[in-house]
């Protein structure tokens, strides 16, 4: 019953990595929006 197709594996590691990526992203903006902002000061 635990078993999965390779299909559905890769499926939901496409959606881990998609997930991770779009948190990196998020962590890039904020880091370049707050540097943009002390440099402007």
């Known amino acids: 019953m635990g078993d999965r ?10 959606q881990k990595q998609a997930a991770a990526s779009s948190a990196d992203k998020k962590k890039q903006q904020a880091t370049a929006a707050k540097s943009a902002v002390g440099k402007k000061k």
């Not at 197709?5 to 496409?14: A, M, R, V």
């Open 5 to 14: 197709s390779p299909k559905d594996n890769q499926k939901k590691t496409g």
